[in-house]
């Protein structure tokens, strides 16, 4: 009769034999092809057979399985955690591992480094770590605004051509006021194009400029960028 629709496996009639029962050919064959039946629709543990219906675990665990190497392979549980932890939360994604695409995003925060210091002569915007920078002390200079990936890591390499980014850089100013007169980017200068068309000559006095800076990548190593400067007092 084979396995009953529980996966019971019971012998045919006829069986179990007793002591001093003549084994007849009817008897036997009977017997082994209900077992050849039986074994048949059995999954064979060197991978021979395919299966024909829903496997129920019960609850159990499949273990020691390989890590997936083709579109309908089963994923281990450390296939997973490695390829979703290398997405990180979504407060502190890396914008170069997940990609967005159509949808609603709401009530995004952007990450601002406060210092309460003022900018030095060089000073460095490490864009994968903020999209806000701001420097609470009197400027008292003019100076350099490199923007660059992080230390390690150059814009060139964040971004892909045909993208732009988008930062923010609040310098407060005293009586006497500083810009950033040089803007580069990975160390190289470049030529922003300024909003209005008229050239950044200076800063403001006693207020906070604020500048919106925007850069197309459009080959390697290659941008165009888009500077703006706002007062605020």
Do not use: C, H
Request: aromatic letters at 6%; glycine letters at 8%.
């Amino acid at each position: 009769m084979s396995r009953n629709g529980s996966g019971t496996y019971s012998l045919p009639a006829g069986n179990p034999v007793v002591t001093g029962t003549t084994i007849s050919s009817t008897w036997a064959n009977s017997t082994l092809t209900d077992l050849a039946t039986a074994m048949t629709g059995s999954l064979a543990s060197d991978g021979q057979t395919t299966a024909t219906g829903n496997l129920n675990m019960g609850a159990n665990q499949i273990t020691n399985m390989a890590d997936p190497s083709t579109a309908q392979a089963a994923a281990t549980k450390n296939y997973v955690d490695t390829y979703v932890g290398a997405l990180g939360t979504m407060s502190t994604q890396n914008a170069t591992a997940v990609a967005i695409t159509g949808g609603v995003i709401s009530s995004i925060r952007e990450t601002a480094t406060v210092t309460a210091t003022a900018p030095s002569a060089t000073t460095n915007y490490d864009f994968s770590t903020q999209s806000v920078r701001v420097y609470t002390a009197n400027n008292t200079t003019n100076f350099t605004l490199n923007i660059r990936g992080s230390s390690s890591v150059s814009l060139d390499t964040l971004m892909a051509n045909g993208q732009t980014a988008t930062m923010v850089l609040m310098v407060t100013n005293g009586a006497t006021p500083y810009f950033p007169n040089v803007l580069q980017i990975d160390g190289t200068t470049v030529t922003p194009l300024i909003q209005g068309g008229i050239a950044i000559t200076a800063g403001n006095a006693s207020s906070v400029d604020v500048y919106s800076i925007v850069i197309l990548k459009t080959a390697s190593a290659t941008f165009t960028t888009f500077v703006s400067q706002t007062k605020f007092a």
